[in-house]
């Protein structure tokens, strides 16, 4: 059993699905996933082979496969809350049918208004607190002091990585979906 982390996998699905294609080629075969965790679990399968993969995600927990989808070969590989994954052994050229992505197209692009509206309003309390800043100082003659109390610390280094994460999540979310907007 190997277990491989990837955070953020659920931003770029296309990617996440040919990077499972690639472990199948290197002969490892996706048994479970732990989405919250970003955790996938793989056992050491007998042979490589090609494998298709398509990530799905929905809001009820109970996932059916249209026939349409069945009979083209899709079958289910691990399901954990409102995420599943399917799979087809054919080559590309073969398969007629795909499941639609309209869940995750919902998903990401409700992410991507949150982690923008948050990086919005981090940049712009960073830009008040340095214009209030400098006014204090370059107007006023005074001077900027800082309490050694914990706190400040704690909100410094959480703002701090917050103006770093969320702007590369938000771009990171529109170059992986804009195709699907």
């Excluded at 190997?2 to 040919?18: A, C, H, L, N």
């Excluded at 970003?38 to 809001?59: C, M, R, T, V, W």
């Excluded at 050229?93 to 948050?118: D, F, T």
């Amino acid at each position: 059993m190997k277990r491989i982390f990837r955070p953020f996998w659920s931003y770029d699905v296309k990617r996440t699905e040919s990077w499972l294609n690639n472990k199948a080629l290197s002969g490892y075969q996706l048994t479970e996933i732990h989405p919250s965790k970003g955790l996938f679990l793989f056992e050491a399968g007998n042979d490589p082979q090609s494998i298709h993969y398509h990530i799905g995600y929905a809001k009820s927990e109970v996932h059916s496969l249209p026939a349409s989808i069945s009979h083209d070969g899709w079958k289910e590989v691990c399901c954990q809350g409102n995420w599943f994954i399917l799979s087809n052994e054919k080559p590309a050229v073969q398969l007629k049918c795909y499941p639609i992505r309209e869940g995750i197209i919902k998903r990401n692009r409700n992410l991507l208004y949150v982690h923008g509206m948050l990086s919005v309003y981090i940049i712009l309390t960073a830009l008040l607190f340095l214009i209030l800043g400098a006014t204090t100082v370059l107007f006023y003659g005074g001077a900027l002091s800082f309490n050694p109390f914990s706190l400040w610390i704690t909100i410094l280094i959480i703002g701090s990585i917050l103006l770093i994460v969320a702007p590369f999540l938000t771009v990171r979310l529109y170059k992986a979906n804009k195709q699907f907007w």
